[in-house]
């Protein structure tokens, strides 16, 4: 009977702890390095994002610690498997970005005298290659944002040298072309209107999040500004919010699939995260608040499917079902950072401070300042969402070919691709003239190429797609 009983405490010691840490997520990972340099006495570990090969259909992570930039294959999801390791440009570091385009990967950081860096993530797992290192667009940049569609690259809070003097030239967003992806091109600079007193509207866009050219550009104090940016001579301020609920540090924001609510958080101690019906998107309407905890702050979150995903630093990623606007529900919850007692949330931005939800997998991945990188499941079942995975696969056959070439995208979506070929050294040899639509066959003359092994380049707006071609 004793054995009975204290079998009995111990299931509910260990359902208990596992009670306070975790609630229908599951860990399936954890990497990190406690020695690498911190900042603050705590602070290792920053931003975080995912990227999936299509081709090869693996899953990587990019993270940023206060010194260098880390690249994680989680292919199998409990096993993380760190690829390499490139220096960030700078040391001392509390906050990196990036964001991924095509097969790149944009990075920048906001302290010291850094530089925007650009890596190739093509011949992962194998390497990533840098082509593109320079600070005269960005020495400076706290956080960036990248449309595909548009082909923009949007640098928030930007700071540039100034040669003529050597201080720094403060931008309050930059706007810049991916034409050429491993050239960025500066556009223009965002139009900060200029209230009646003569004060601007705001100094710095902390974070940004744009859709068809319509920015929701999230300001710190000063509030939430939705820009018209269609045309960069004439950028039109749509509508603000400013005056709201718990309004505190505009932090970052992000659209429900229908572009009808925008979710965004404060940067506060008890500030909770905000939903707004912006449908008049001239008046947009406060639909509900909710946070982790009483006195918790909120970081990142992400609209998913029917879904918020959040980065809460001291207690971890959250799950909120927010099927109904106007009643978020807790769905479920891993913490990250357990050193804080309950309802302690005296060290300041320590904890969770990335998370992305959008990896084919459903895997969950997030960054802890002070324990790491980490890969996280939600129970089966609990995310059911009506977002669909953007997926494009080419079909070119035959393979070896002789005089003809059929070629055809299948996508789950509506694209247009250009085919090039390139040789083994990387040089462009022939590229069609037309452009391929999805889920179309096309036939092409290829009697012009030597006989020898290509590389098939079918690059779309949203999606890079590589194949191997033996010409014979």
Not at 328 to 341: E, I, K, R, S
Request: net charge negative; aromatic share 14%.
């Amino acid at each position: 009977m004793k054995k009975l009983l204290l079998l009995i405490l111990i299931s509910f010691l260990a359902f208990e702890s596992q009670a306070q840490n975790a609630y229908r997520m599951t860990l399936l990972s954890n990497w990190n390095n406690p020695n690498l340099n911190k900042v603050d006495t705590i602070n290792i570990w920053n931003d975080l994002i995912g990227y999936y090969d299509s081709l090869t259909q693996k899953e990587y992570i990019i993270a940023g610690s206060t010194d260098s930039i880390y690249f994680f294959d989680i292919t199998i999801p409990t096993q993380i498997k760190l690829l390499d390791v490139e220096y960030g440009s700078v040391k001392g570091v509390i906050n990196r970005d990036y964001e991924i385009y095509q097969h790149y990967v944009y990075c920048v950081a906001d302290q010291n005298r850094s530089s925007m860096q650009i890596y190739d993530l093509q011949y992962l797992p194998d390497s990533v290659h840098k082509v593109y290192e320079d600070s005269a667009l960005a020495i400076n940049t706290h956080s960036i944002f990248i449309e595909a569609k548009s082909k923009r690259l949007y640098m928030c809070s930007n700071k540039y040298a100034n040669w003529t003097n050597g201080n720094l030239k403060e931008s309050a967003m930059d706007i810049i072309s991916l034409e050429d992806p491993e050239k960025p091109k500066f556009l223009a600079k965002l139009y900060v209107p200029v209230r009646s007193n003569g004060e601007a509207a705001f100094r710095w866009v902390h974070e940004s999040h744009v859709r068809n050219d319509t920015a929701y550009l999230s300001c710190g104090y000063s509030g939430l500004f939705i820009y018209d940016l269609r045309d960069l001579n004439n950028q039109i301020i749509l509508g603000t919010i400013v005056n709201y609920p718990q309004a505190a540090y505009n932090h970052s924001s992000w659209l429900n699939k229908n572009g009808n609510y925008l979710m965004f958080t404060d940067e506060n101690i008890g500030s909770n995260i905000k939903i707004f019906d912006i449908s008049i998107i001239q008046a947009p309407r406060i639909e509900s608040y909710f946070i982790s905890n009483t006195w918790a702050t909120p970081h990142n979150s992400y609209w998913f499917g029917s879904f918020a995903v959040a980065s809460m630093y001291h207690d971890g990623v959250f799950i909120w079902n927010i099927a109904d606007t106007k009643k978020p529900q807790l769905a479920a919850f891993y913490d990250t950072y357990p050193q804080n007692a309950i309802g302690d949330y005296t060290k300041n931005f320590a904890g969770c401070w990335g998370v992305w939800p959008f990896l084919p997998s459903g895997n969950i991945i997030a960054s802890d300042r002070t324990n790491g990188i980490f890969v996280l499941k939600a129970d089966s079942g609990l995310l059911n969402t009506n977002e669909i995975q953007q997926t494009a696969k080419a079909n070119i056959y035959p393979n070896p070919a002789n005089d003809v070439l059929n070629i055809a995208v299948e996508t789950n979506y509506a694209d247009n691709f250009v085919v090039t070929v390139f040789d083994l050294q990387g040089n462009a040899v022939k590229q069609f003239n037309q452009q391929f639509k999805s889920n179309y066959l096309y036939t092409e003359n290829i009697n012009d190429l030597k006989s020898c092994l290509y590389f098939l380049e079918i690059k779309g707006n949203k999606q890079v797609i590589r194949q191997k071609l033996l010409k014979q």
